[in-house]
């Protein structure tokens, strides 16, 4: 059977040959939106972890020892990426986040480093940093997007507009970084065809990877009062598994899709309670693009590279 999405483990198979895997690190930085700098209270699905997986507490080095440790016995890695996760990795002053940053490249065996931000923080000398780095690692910047349409970034206090990630893109690519923007669907207000749309802005830029997220309620967040009050309604699972393969095939093939749906700890979690099966979800996606015979790109109408031979369907 041939693949029918760009995932993420098959761009890092065929680039190193072998598994490589991602070992998040929490520097502790937190988030200007959630701080008054660009707004207040922070966007309004994010909690007070900032999708950090780790204390801060814990130094930079020991985070990664543990990381790579856990790696290896859990998965066989041989190879990793430093994935710089929780709340926004570029917010200091650029000569602490090169020292940052540099701390947790001490392991020979670490290839690349993945930084999570907002597309609003990103000044030019930190772009330096983060060319600089990518002199010696392959270096990826998730930047948060979550939809092509400025009435929605307005609605979950996004604090900046499309404009700012298509400036941040443009300039990450002018220095040799690739970009993978987070995508989340089911949000208020945006029907389908707002979805497909945001997919198509992406396919129309030099974006290199999409994380797709579902839409999922946490606990102490503006969102949950929303949803409470009965003003959000979530996917079902079949719902957001048809969405998901839409907004696939209007993806240009040559992007790399890095995730397929969104995730929390049980703990954290109010709905959808779905989400919390992660492998389910995944392979009903990819039963559904058996199913229709379709794939990653199909219905994307810009001029996109060749299908890989093992991404089109036989």
């Known amino acids: 059977m041939r693949e029918r999405i760009n995932t993420f483990n098959l ?44 204390p801060a507490d814990i130094p930079v080095e020991e985070q990664v020892k543990r990381g790579i440790a856990f790696a290896e016995r859990r998965y066989g890695a041989r190879l990793f990426m430093v994935y710089f996760q929780a709340f926004c990795n570029t917010y200091a002053e650029p000569e602490r986040l090169d020292e940052l940053y540099r701390r947790a490249l001490f392991d020979e065996r670490v ?11 990103l000044p030019g000398q930190v772009v330096e940093v983060l060319k600089g780095l990518s002199e010696r690692y392959e270096v990826w910047v998730e930047l948060g997007l979550q939809s092509s349409h400025f009435r929605t970034l307005r609605l979950i206090n996004r604090g900046h507009g499309v404009s ?5 893109t443009l300039r990450l690519k002018a220095a040799g970084i690739k970009v993978c923007a987070h995508v989340i669907l089911g949000l208020p207000g945006e029907d389908t065809e707002d979805m497909m749309e945001t ?41 957001y598994v048809d969405v998901c393969v839409s907004f696939l095939e209007r993806l240009r093939a040559d992007v ?11 703990e954290r979690l109010v709905a959808p309670l779905w989400c919390l099966e992660k492998a389910r979800v995944i392979n009903a996606i990819r039963m559904r693009l058996e199913e229709v015979d379709t794939h990653q790109g199909r219905k994307c109408p810009f001029s996109q590279p060749p299908f890989c031979a093992n991404l089109s369907p036989a």
């Open 199 to 239: 997919a198509l802005f992406l396919s129309a830029l030099p974006v290199d990877g999409v994380k797709i997220h579902c839409l999922h309620v946490l606990k102490g967040t503006p969102l949950e009062e929303m949803y409470r009050r009965g003003e959000v309604r979530l996917f079902e699972m079949e719902e």
């Open 111 to 121: 290839v690349g480093v993945i930084v999570g931000t907002r597309p609003d923080l």
């Open 11 to 54: 761009y890092l198979r065929r680039r190193y040959g072998c598994r490589v895997q991602r070992v998040p690190v929490n520097l502790g930085l937190g988030c200007p939106h959630r701080e008054g700098r660009t707004g207040r209270g922070g966007c309004i699905y994010c909690d007070e972890t900032g999708s950090g997986v780790l």
């Open 256 to 266: 790399v899709v890095q995730r397929l749906t969104g995730e929390a700890p049980p």
């Open 164 to 168: 700012h990630f298509v400036d941040a």
